[in-house]
Structure formats: structure tokens, C-alpha cells
């Protein structure tokens, strides 16, 4: 059950991360807060001119380490 929990409260938290590139959101500190929480090693990218993003996105590295629960820790 607390597995579920946690793999649900990814889930939403990834989505929340999608939204915010989505919507160039991507410069606030809770999204680097949902990255840190996501364990997401992938690539950000922030496209900026005069002050405007102009464009966001990101390259997928979500994969957690085989052996690790939601946390981090091992098994």
C-alpha cells in the first residue's frame, strides 16, 4: 500500500514538473524542488531572450537505479 502511495505521489509530481515546462515555469525554486524529489537526471533546457523565455524543455532521464526504492534507498 505505501508503495502505491509513493508511486502515485511521483506520478503527480512528475506531471506538475511537465506542466511547469510546458508553461515556462521551469526558473522557480519548486521546480527545483520537484526535480530533487523526482531524482530526475536528465536535461533542462531554457531558451531566454530579452528577459522572455521563448522556450523550455526537457530531455527524459527519469529512471531510478535498479535495487532503490522511491527514496533512494537500497532494498
Known sequence: MVDVQSNQMEERNFAEFRRKVRSAEVLSAST???????????????????????????????F????????????
Open 32 to 62: 527545483g524542488q520537484l526535480l530533487r524529489g523526482l531524482h530526475f537526471t536528465g536535461r533542462l533546457s531554457i531558451i531566454v531572450r530579452n528577459g522572455l523565455v521563448l522556450k523550455s524543455g526537457y530531455e527524459e532521464g527519469y
Open 64 to 75: 531510478r537505479q535498479a535495487g532503490t526504492d522511491a527514496s533512494g534507498r537500497m532494498q
